[in-house]
T-cell receptor
């Protein structure tokens, strides 16, 4: 079974731009969660989707949004990028409510 | 105040030593996870616990719900165990995930 895939793996943007990251979960998984990891804040929960519905949301500004498609693939979007948005963005898919399988991440650098 | 506290922050051990990493949390939880992150970023979910104890190979995870505390033990540590170990909890109100800051483990041959 293929694992969780994330694209792109690396991305460089400038302040004010917007970015869209993609996550394809393990086949059959219906839950996708997104996380941000920075050296200063560590891992932080962004949001969780299940069957195209946002089930939970972390404490991030409205510039961070996401969606899930009918094939369970998910995208997250960050608008009006700030320097502090530079981070590793991780996606995880769940076979059950609590089991999490992580993707390799997208490393975003905002200049 | 962080909802999840881990100790120690850094740990260096000789190969073969028994290792313990501790995690305390302050929120009510539905589950606790132990994650392993190797250099380069890849994260592997080691355990999900809601009570008691789980064992997988040389790894053992325990949780005490009343004391809001969990431990991850590594028996007969090996250099390939060198990684950052992260404790994460899913709260039972709001279903949020909270993460510890991680314990960086280095096992020396």
């Amino acid at each position: 079974k293929a694992g969780v895939t994330q694209t792109p793996r690396y991305l460089i943007k400038t302040r004010g731009q917007q970015v869209t990251l993609s996550c394809s979960p393990i086949s059959g998984h219906r839950s996708v969660s997104w996380y941000q990891q920075t050296p200063g804040q560590g891992l932080q929960f962004l949001f969780e989707y299940f069957s195209e519905t946002q089930r939970n949301k972390g404490n991030f500004p409205g510039r961070f949004s996401g969606r899930q498609f009918s094939n369970s693939r998910s995208e997250m979007n960050v608008s009006t990028l700030e320097l502090g948005d530079s981070a590793l963005y991780l996606c995880a898919s769940g076979g059950t409510v609590e089991t999490q399988y992580f993707g390799p991440g997208t490393r975003l650098l905002v200049l | 105040k962080n909802e999840v506290e881990q100790s120690p922050q850094n740990l260096t051990a000789q190969e073969g030593e028994f290792i313990t990493i501790n995690c305390s949390y302050s929120v009510g939880i539905s589950a606790l996870h132990w994650l392993q992150q190797h250099p380069g970023g890849g994260i592997v979910s080691l355990f999900m616990l809601s009570s008691g104890k789980k064992k997988h190979g040389r790894l053992i995870a325990t949780i005490n719900i009343q004391e809001k505390h969990s431990s991850l033990h590594i028996t007969a540590s090996h250099p390939r165990d060198s990684a950052v170990y992260i404790c994460a909890v899913r709260s039972n109100t709001g279903n949020q995930f909270y993460f510890g800051t991680g314990t960086s483990l280095t096992v020396i041959p």
